[in-house]
Nanobody
Framework: QVQLVESGGGLVQPGGSLRLSCAAS????????MGWYRQAPGKERELVAE???????HYADSVKGRFTISRDNAKNTLYLQMNSLKPEDTAVYYC?????WGQGTQVTVSS
């Protein structure tokens, strides 16, 4: 029953960058699956990136080359570095681990 809290969202111009953080309430050393998802208004929640066993990583085609997922077990934190942001990246971003979801953080990309 780990708790997850996302942070780092905000308003950014196209081409800008943001770094999202997901802080866990307990050690994530033994959690072998964590991921970032996003949901835009009127759209289904979709997988953005996931990291398995701290090594195997998958990205949605739409973010490959622009986003980087990573985890710091010592800090009990999952990260999502987002570069070259586009308006279509606008969504609420959620951290996910096992069966637990964070509350989400809003990312808005607009001129």
């Amino acid at each position: 029953q780990v708790q997850l809290v996302e942070s780092g969202g905000g308003l950014v111009q196209p081409g800008g960058s943001l770094r999202l953080s997901c802080a866990a309430s307990e050690t994530i050393f033994s959690i072998n699956y964590m991921g970032w998802y996003r949901q835009a208004p009127g759209k289904e929640r979709e997988l953005v990136a996931e990291i398995l066993s701290g090594a195997i990583i998958h990205y949605a085609d739409s973010v490959k080359g622009r986003f980087t997922i990573s985890r710091d077990n010592a800090k009990n934190t999952l990260y999502l570095q987002m570069n070259s942001l586009k308006p279509e990246d606008t969504a609420v971003y959620y951290c996910h681990a096992l069966s637990v979801w964070g509350q989400g953080t809003q990312v808005t990309v607009s001129s």
